[in-house]
């Protein structure tokens, strides 16, 4: 088992910056590839970053792709942060992060692929 605690989120204005933090505890003796996703009220989760289980990889999705970087801060990827910058109403929701056992070298863009989630934290942008 892996349990994920989120933290960071918040209220910000648009054009802030925020940081996330995941921190993973449990069974983390592999390295474990990191994804964070986020999903508002009445629509479907959507992807957001990831990284790969050796550190290597990013991967972004369209409409955060140079504003947001996904970091770790260890080989095994067990702490991992979400830089958000420049950010805009359609960035409010609540995010998630998840963890992969799966030894994959490339990062997780797709929920089926994660096996563990955290509660998420609330992120909202007033304009």
């Known amino acids: 088992q892996v349990q994920l605690v989120e933290s960071g989120g918040g209220l910000v204005q648009a054009g802030d910056s925020l940081r996330l933090s995941c921190t993973a505890s449990g069974r983390t003796v592999s390295p474990i590839g990191m994804g964070w996703f986020r999903q508002v009220p009445g629509k479907e989760r959507e992807f957001v970053a990831a990284i790969s289980s050796d550190g290597r990889r990013l991967s972004y999705s369209d409409s955060v792709k140079g504003r947001f970087t996904i970091s770790s801060v260890n080989t095994l990827n067990t702490v991992v942060y979400l830089q958000m910058n420049s950010l805009n109403s359609d960035d409010t929701a609540v995010y998630f992060c998840?963890?992969?056992?799966?030894?994959?070298?490339?990062?997780?863009?797709?929920?089926?692929?994660?096996?563990?989630w955290g509660q998420g934290t609330q992120v909202t942008v007033s304009s």
């Open positions: 998840a963890a992969t056992l799966s030894q994959s070298r490339a990062p997780a863009r797709t929920e089926l692929l994660y096996d563990y």
